[in-house]
């Protein structure tokens, strides 16, 4: 067989391994965030009890926050909702809630069940603002800067690793930036 | 040579038919939209659908897809439609939220130049290497270098024999 027969063959091998490294390496299903630098969307959201405070985008400008997006309905919420509760009794950043296209009285009752680390809660019931924050599906998580700035999204549940070496890190990196500008201005 | 390429092909086809059957194949309940009642702002809207990705099943276009999200765009872009936006502008509100990522079509620009003008690359020099192998092939029959003086006396030689 001339050696020249080989390489069709060889071509090949090489594009599937790369398309396959491809798929790996370069996460096809996180979409990069369009947010990024970008101003949190404008949005003035009811809570998911009448008696509570709801969520504006107001609420998100003067201290580094985090925006948390759940449902009751959604699994993966489930799962990494005990970090969640766990930043939220730490109190070293306020943790806003997105309960997305959910059921008010659903969302009440699985906050009463797992715990509530939410310093406030926008019911987005009909998913507009989710759009306007370009989430794709719960949970997603952002980190807003005290302009009100958004400067981090997590796509999908956190565990203890995304929290800790992803999530935290950029809050407490906005967070000694913001006291910078403080004592500057 | 075919008969040995032959394994190699059973390969091939089944790696291939291996990607091809693991990346589709998702099945989502039906959610019904109603459509426009203007069938004019319904066919631009639908034009619209088209082109937008849905973000959930990655490559499908909302106007296909039966998921939760690309019912929430087809209506927003029904919306936008209604409201006076141009497709265009239509468009543009999803990729402000979504980015670049949205569109089944990527736009030509800096970041995706290799996207666009990789193909046409690779085919001129698929193109060049073809014609650089038979130039190559055409001129080596070319040079049959003449038979040297000594060549010419054993030849005549033989051939004196011969007859």
Known sequence: MRPIAYIPPMMFAVIAVALFLGLLILKPKEIPSALIGQPAPTFDLPSVDSTLHGLSNTDLIGLVSIVNVFASWCVPCRVEHPLWVEVGEAGDVPVFGLNYKDYQENASKWLADFGDPYTAIGADLDGRVGVDLGVIGVPETFVVDAQGLIQLKHIGPIDRYALENKILPKVRELQALMIADGTDG | ?163
Request: charged share 20%.
């Open chain 2, 1 to 163: 040579m075919i008969a040995v390429a032959r394994p190699w092909t059973g390969v091939m086809v089944a790696i291939f038919v291996g990607i091809v059957t693991a990346s589709s194949a998702q099945v989502v309940t039906e959610i019904i939209d109603p459509p426009l009642e203007d069938p004019i702002l319904e066919a631009r809207a639908q034009t619209i659908h088209k082109q937008i990705r849905c973000l959930v099943c990655q490559n499908q276009s909302i106007h296909d897809s039966n998921a939760g999200l690309a019912r929430d765009l087809r209506i927003i872009v029904r919306d936008r439609v209604t409201a006076g936006d141009t497709n265009d502008q239509a468009i543009q509100f999803l990729v402000d939220r979504y980015g670049d990522w949205i569109l089944l079509k990527p736009p030509f620009k800096a970041t995706t130049i290799a996207l666009w003008l990789g193909p046409i690359l690779i085919l001129m020099l698929a193109g060049w290497s073809a014609w650089a192998y038979f130039r190559a092939a055409s001129t080596q029959v070319a040079k049959a270098v003449p038979l040297t003086e000594e060549e010419q006396r054993r030849l005549a030689k033989l051939l004196d024999i011969e007859v």
